[in-house]
């Protein structure tokens, strides 16, 4: 088999030699274990597990987190691929059973451009509801945010191609939600999904587990709220903005005002929405006028929806309600609007990656 394991550790128990030697005897022939930090009382595990030659063991001195205990065995593998078409991660608490290990390693055999999920099926009764809690939450997200339909957002089982761990090795983040942001980085780079329905194990209700669900959940989704936050500062500025200016317009008859406080009000709120997408959302550091005029375009075109929206909203309601309506109408333009920012303004070479 010409897939290697990444298998990252912290504090492992006998648990951990199981994985290692289900993985020797399926012909995984390298197996990069990381010790993250281990303290010394859980050194044995990865003494035992090294004497196989199969094993490359690799230790950090500190916990430094499962992000980038993954992204040291991405990069030591990047220096001594052999020959492997690509690597499959996997957790060292035997949560993921061997069958289930390599049919996503010979499905990575059979796809090698595209990147395998094992996910789980969290429908059943059995499943912790921490678990269960915390990957719904993401898949929902994600489904709503992004345009990805995961269904196990959180799997650590996943089989990834050499050409995509050069775009990992040096993403963003050190502990749990450096999972996610790879999974933003499939959306990104346009990287082939596959799903590969894996086996739903939970030894001793999960009690093994670092991944904290609210606080995790939350780490892992920052990257999303960004957007909406911004969007939400975005919004208000030009609310206030509009109801300033068609104070200021009010002599003027009703489809001038409506017209001038919403070209004041988004040309004035965009200049914000759009530096602070740029830089704090999407990441992008070149490309500067290549997204920028994509970006007001869609400007643009945004606010003659906005204004033929409020203006006849505003009409069949007898001159009034003017602001109330542009809150519903810009509303809805918001969810269409991160679809073709996502998409089109800073998609793919636009923009380097998130952060």
Same mark, same amino acid.
């Given at each position: 088999?010409?897939?290697?394991?990444?298998?990252?550790?912290?504090?492992?128990?006998?648990?951990?030699?199981?994985?290692?030697?289900?993985?020797?005897?399926?012909?995984?022939?390298?197996?990069?274990?990381?010790?993250?930090?281990?303290?010394?009382?859980?050194?044995?595990?990865?003494?035992?597990?090294?004497?196989?030659?199969?094993?490359?063991?690799?230790?950090?001195?500190?916990?430094?987190?499962?992000?980038?205990?993954?992204?040291?065995?991405?990069?030591?593998?990047?220096?001594?691929?052999?020959?492997?078409?690509?690597?499959?991660?996997?957790?060292?608490?035997?949560?993921?059973?061997?069958?289930?290990?390599?049919?996503?390693?010979?499905?990575?055999?059979?796809?090698?451009?595209?990147?395998?999920?094992?996910?789980?099926?969290?429908?059943?009764?059995?499943?912790?509801?921490?678990?269960?809690?915390?990957?719904?939450?993401?898949?929902?997200?994600?489904?709503?945010?992004?345009?990805?339909?995961?269904?196990?957002?959180?799997?650590?089982?996943?089989?990834?191609?050499?050409?995509?761990?050069?775009?990992?090795?040096?993403?963003?983040?050190?502990?749990?939600? #450096?999972? =996610?942001?790879?999974?933003?980085?499939?959306?990104? +780079?346009?990287?082939? @999904?596959?799903? &590969?329905?894996? /086996?739903?194990?939970?030894?001793?209700?999960?009690?093994?587990?670092?991944?904290?669900?609210?606080?995790?959940?939350?780490?892992?989704?920052?990257?999303?709220?960004?957007?909406?936050?911004?969007?939400?500062?975005?919004?208000?500025?030009?609310?206030?903005?509009?109801?300033?200016?068609?104070?200021?317009?009010?002599?003027?008859?009703?489809?001038?005002?409506?017209?001038?406080?919403?070209?004041?009000?988004?040309?004035?709120?965009?200049?914000?929405?759009?530096?602070?997408?740029?830089?704090?959302?999407?990441?992008?550091?070149?490309?500067?006028?290549?997204?920028?005029?994509?970006?007001?375009?869609?400007?643009?075109?945004?606010?003659?929806?906005?204004?033929?929206?409020?203006?006849?909203?505003?009409?069949?309601?007898?001159?009034? #309600?003017? =602001?109330?309506?542009?809150?519903?109408?810009?509303? +809805?333009?918001?969810? @269409?609007?991160? &679809?073709?920012? /996502?998409?089109?303004?800073?998609?793919?070479?636009?923009?380097?990656?998130?952060?």
């Amino acid at each position: 088999m010409n897939v290697s394991v990444i298998l990252p550790s912290l504090n492992p128990d006998e648990k951990l030699l199981l994985v290692v030697e289900a993985l020797v005897k399926r012909g995984f022939r390298r197996i990069i274990l990381i010790n993250d930090g281990s303290d010394e009382a859980h050194m044995a595990p990865f003494e035992k597990a090294a004497e196989y030659p199969q094993c490359v063991l690799l230790r950090h001195y500190k916990n430094l987190g499962k992000g980038r205990a993954l992204k040291t065995g991405f990069n030591y593998f990047l220096c001594h691929q052999d020959g492997d078409i690509g690597v499959v991660t996997v957790d060292g608490d035997n949560q993921h059973h061997i069958d289930d290990i390599e049919a996503c390693a010979r499905k990575l055999e059979e796809h090698p451009d595209a990147m395998v999920l094992g996910c789980r099926d969290f429908s059943q009764p059995d499943v912790p509801s921490r678990s269960r809690f915390g990957n719904r939450s993401a898949s929902f997200l994600f489904k709503a945010m992004v345009g990805l339909s995961i269904s196990d957002t959180q799997t650590g089982l996943r089989a990834i191609p050499t050409k995509w761990l050069y775009e990992f090795v040096d993403l963003y983040g050190e502990r749990f939600e #450096y999972e =996610t942001n790879m999974l933003l980085e499939i959306k990104r +780079l346009s990287i082939p @999904l596959l799903e &590969q329905p894996i /086996r739903t194990i939970y030894l001793d209700e999960n009690v093994g587990s670092h991944f904290r669900p609210v606080r995790d959940t939350l780490k892992i989704c920052r990257l999303l709220f960004r957007f909406i936050a911004v969007s939400a500062a975005s919004f208000l500025v030009d609310i206030l903005l509009f109801w300033l200016l068609e104070m200021l317009f009010a002599p003027l008859d009703l489809a001038r005002r409506i017209l001038f406080a919403t070209v004041g009000a988004r040309v004035l709120s965009s200049v914000f929405n759009y530096l602070m997408n740029r830089k704090a959302v999407f990441g992008q550091k070149e490309n500067v006028r290549h997204s920028l005029w994509k970006y007001y375009l869609l400007c643009v075109v945004q606010a003659a929806v906005s204004y033929g929206g409020v203006y006849l909203l505003t009409s069949l309601t007898a001159d009034s #309600y003017s =602001t109330a309506w542009k809150v519903l109408v810009d509303l +809805l333009l918001f969810l @269409l609007s991160f &679809q073709i920012q /996502r998409e089109w303004v800073f998609r793919k070479n636009d923009r380097k990656g998130l952060t």
